[in-house]
Nanobody, 121 residues
Framework: QVRFVESGGGSVQAGESLRLSCTASEVQYYNMGWFRQTPGKEREGVSCISVSADSSHYADSVKDRFTIVRDNAKGILYLQMNSLKPEDSATYYC????????????????WGQGTQVTVYA
């Protein structure tokens, strides 16, 4: 069982930035992804990155605003979120994934507990 600890969520104004972190020593062994979910909606893929960080994938809605980064030596996966919009408000989860493209929740295996992001207009 892999347990991820997520942090970095919070409440911000539109246009501001947040950086989410997902920590576990096991991060270094897996393709990883960030997903988000709002009440009543399916969990959607935000971004996924290969284990060696040589390839990544972004949802169209976050391209050019979000950046996924990993530090395998420290066992940390990051999601840098810039120019946040109210529609980015959600609970964000990190997870291990089988493939990075498509970056979709059904092929994720181990999940973190989630961190809440709220963006005010």
């Amino acid at each position: 069982q892999v347990r991820f600890v997520e942090s970095g969520g919070g409440s911000v104004q539109a246009g501001e930035s947040l950086r989410l972190s997902c920590t576990a020593s096991e991060v270094q062994y897996y393709n990883m992804g960030w997903f988000r979910q709002t009440p009543g909606k399916e969990r959607e893929g935000v971004s996924c990155i290969s284990v060696s960080a040589d390839s990544s994938h972004y949802a169209d809605s976050v391209k050019d605003r979000f950046t996924i980064v990993r530090d395998n030596a420290k066992g940390i996966l990051y999601l840098q979120m810039n120019s946040l919009k109210p529609e980015d408000s959600a609970t964000y989860y990190c997870a291990t994934v089988t493939t990075i493209s498509p970056c979709i929740a059904y092929q994720a295996t181990y999940w973190g507990q989630g961190t809440q992001v709220t963006v005010y207009a």
